[in-house]
């Protein structure tokens, strides 16, 4: 096992205890999480959009200021989706964590066609392979709805699943663009073994909202 392969799972570990802590704790701590995520998000993309548009100064303000509105509405969005249904959010979460694992997994094993000029490392099996393995989240909010006594529609479930999977892969790809523009790896390296927190949660800052207006908008 290597250095860096022992880093990024015990790193992946102690992200995940401080997720669940702040999500089964209080919806306070599920705010200050959610707000201190996005300020080290907006520091990490502000970081890229120096390195990118320093020959465009207004595009590069443009960009700032629209990832601070966008965070803002990230956590607004977090925040009511969790006084809704902490279910909900879970059951997002794992999407985006099965998503991840997946596409990892399963581009580190078969490999094979690139998906995209934009991210090297992606290839079409690492997609595949997240739409997948995102479908496990769904034996885990079955098993919660099963304690609530609550109905699921299978079908539509499966849908919702394999739609905020690809929002996640999207969220990826679109960091993964102006991490390329800005010629560097990762987003920062304040998590051994991954890089940058935004590295992480790039998916998770892209589903959220789209859940949120989803819900609103079909129901």
Known sequence: ?????????????????????GLFTNK???????????????????NLINKTSNKVIHQSYIYK?????????????????????????LFILLVCIFSDTGGYVIGKLIGGKKLTHISPNK???????????????????????????QPVN??????????????????DLFISFFKRQANVKDTGSILPGHGGLLDRIDGVIFVLPVAYLTEKIFT
Do not use: A, H, P
């Not at 096992?1 to 802590?21: A, D, H, Y």
């Not at 306070?28 to 993309?45: D, H």
């Open 154 to 171: 299978l079908i539509q479930l499966i849908f919702i699943t394999l739609f905020f999977s690809l929002t996640c892969q999207l969220g």
């Open 123 to 149: 290839t079409i099996s690492g997609s595949v392979g997240s739409l997948i393995f995102s479908l496990f989240s769904i034996i885990i909010l079955l098993f919660f709805n099963d304690l609530n006594n």
């Open 65 to 89: 200021i629209t990832s601070f509105l966008y965070l803002i509405f990230f956590v607004y969005v977090g925040y009511n989706l969790y006084i809704s249904s902490i279910t909900y959010v």
């Open 28 to 46: 306070y701590i599920w705010l200050c999480l959610l707000i201190s995520v996005s300020i080290i998000s907006f520091i990490e993309f502000n």
């Open 1 to 21: 096992m290597s250095l860096n392969f022992s880093k990024r799972v015990f790193t992946s570990i102690i992200l995940l205890i401080i997720l669940f802590i």
